[in-house]
């Protein structure tokens, strides 16, 4: 079935003579990585191509790769792939309707099978891992170079937190091992991904200091308007400290609320129980550990909180 729908994904590429690849807003290392992977890619291997990469910028994660800035009537004609996005809320720039084509590329559980060609698949740890195997296993078709493997292997340790989460496996760690075969530095790319600023150290010590715990064992930590304001932190940078939490002895559930202009995006993790269901109740979704909702108000947050009371129970 992979070998399959990995041809019919080349077949596509083959096809068209412009290509533009989205991923989901706020974007993390994955989405940067498997999108930015695939545009370097595809303009090693198919240099009279036009490769686009579009979406919002985010402060921080720029070393990783840059957006293109392009306008509507480059989408005529044009095959645009989504990465590492579970539903069509979250893609970046709506424009991705605009194409002739539209394929789907991520390792969500596909509650919203979206797009012409589809290939998801949760055994995968990343969609960087998803677009590494379609690069290494397809290598008569792709020529890698140092910038796609680079990114692939930021988006795969950003998503299996440098290989210390339950979704790295053995194929995991064997394509990574290839992919740094490519010299690039691992060591440049840790730095850039983990280092903090004061004002984050400060904010992190916060965290520690003042988050919330129920008598279930689920913690959590409110980032207001107010605390960004007092640390001199974006949304971005504090969502980043969901796993400040996560070490503590007796938490069972962790979670991030940051609050937006029009909403409060959350983020949930768990070592053990399987937490997604909740979030699909709350406007989100995700992988059974690590996943994503969005309430309105702090009483729907602390709906939320109730709701993984419950369980616990």
């Known amino acids: 079935m992979t070998q399959t729908i990995q041809k019919q994904i080349i077949n596509e590429i083959q096809n068209f003579d412009t290509i533009i690849i989205h991923r989901h807003a706020n974007p993390d290392p994955d989405a940067l990585g498997s999108q930015g992977g695939l545009q370097h890619l595809l303009k090693t291997s198919f240099p009279e191509k036009k490769i686009y990469v579009v979406g919002e910028e985010v402060e921080g994660l720029t070393f990783l790769n840059r957006m293109d800035k392009i306008s509507e009537e480059m989408y005529h004609d044009a095959l645009v792939i989504v990465c590492d996005t579970a539903n069509t809320k979250r893609i970046s720039d709506s424009r991705y309707q605009k194409g002739k084509k539209l394929i789907k590329i991520d390792h969500h559980p596909n ?19 998803m677009i590494a195997e379609l690069a290494l296993h397809n290598q008569d078709v792709f020529n890698i170079s140092k910038d796609a493997a680079r990114l ?3 988006g795969i340790i950003g998503d299996t ?4 989460y339950n979704n790295t496996t053995q194929q995991t ?9 490519y010299e690039f530095s691992p060591q440049d790319i840790y ?15 916060s965290v520690l200091l003042n988050h919330e715990v129920t008598n279930q064992g689920v913690a959590y ?7 960004m304001k007092e640390f001199d932190v974006n949304q971005v940078e504090a969502a980043n400290l969901v796993s400040t939490l996560s070490n503590i002895e007796g938490n069972k559930v962790w979670v991030f609320f940051i609050q937006y202009s029009e909403e409060i995006r959350v983020r949930i993790r768990s070592k053990q129980i399987v937490i997604n269901e909740v979030a699909y109740q709350f406007n989100g ?11 309105q108000n702090w009483e729907e947050a602390l709906k939320l909180i109730e709701a993984l009371n419950k369980l616990i129970e």
């Open 173 to 181: 760690m064997k394509y990574t091992g290839e992919l740094l075969a």
């Open 111 to 129: 509650r919203e099978p979206y797009g012409d060609l589809i290939w998801v698949d949760t055994e995968f740890s990343s969609a960087s891992e």
């Open 161 to 164: 937190g440098r290989f210390l």
């Open 285 to 295: 979704g995700g992988h059974p550990l690590a996943s994503g909702a969005t309430v």
């Open 221 to 227: 930590f409110k980032v207001t308007d107010e605390v």
């Open 191 to 205: 730095n850039e991904l983990y280092k903090a600023s004061r004002q984050v150290a400060r904010l992190q010590g």
């Open 152 to 154: 692939l292997f930021a």
